[in-house]
């Protein structure tokens, strides 16, 4: 049975930092595509980043690029989210997700296993 389990959520000004986690369990981590997807109250489930299973190939949402990191490390079985200078429309519930394959990375349908999320709030 696969696992994602996230960490790393908060409450943070604007400008500040968080880095998310996602450990996962079962199943076969280092064949993954690995992504990050955030909800707004009200708003459908956007796509953030993805990563590819070695790590090779990193895609991210235009706005937060140059800001955001996506990074991996399949001995541990996590996928990280370094999210930097953050803006109070970062706030949401962030979810790691994971698929086979690497094609239509930005599309949650094609994503196999979801965790429950961890919630992200940016105070202006």
């Known amino acids: 049975q696969v696992q994602l389990v996230e960490s790393g959520g908060g409450l943070v000004q604007a400008g500040g930092s968080l880095r998310l986690s996602c450990a996962a369990s079962?199943?076969?981590?280092?064949?993954?595509?690995m992504g990050w997807f955030r909800q707004a109250p009200g708003k459908e489930r956007d796509f953030v980043a993805a990563?590819?299973?070695?790590?090779?190939?990193?895609y991210y949402t235009d706005s937060v690029k140059g800001r955001f990191t996506i990074s991996r490390d399949n001995a541990k079985k996590t996928v990280y989210l370094q999210t930097n200078t953050l803006k109070p429309e970062d706030t949401a519930v962030y979810y790691c997700?994971?698929?086979?394959?690497?094609?239509?990375?930005?599309?949650?349908?094609?994503?196999?296993?979801w965790g429950q999320g961890t919630q992200v709030s940016v105070s202006s």
């Open positions: 997700a994971a698929k086979y394959g690497s094609s239509e990375l930005m599309a949650a349908i094609t994503y196999h296993y």
């Open positions: 079962g199943g076969t981590f280092s064949i993954w595509t």
């Open positions: 990563i590819t299973w070695n790590g090779g190939l990193t």
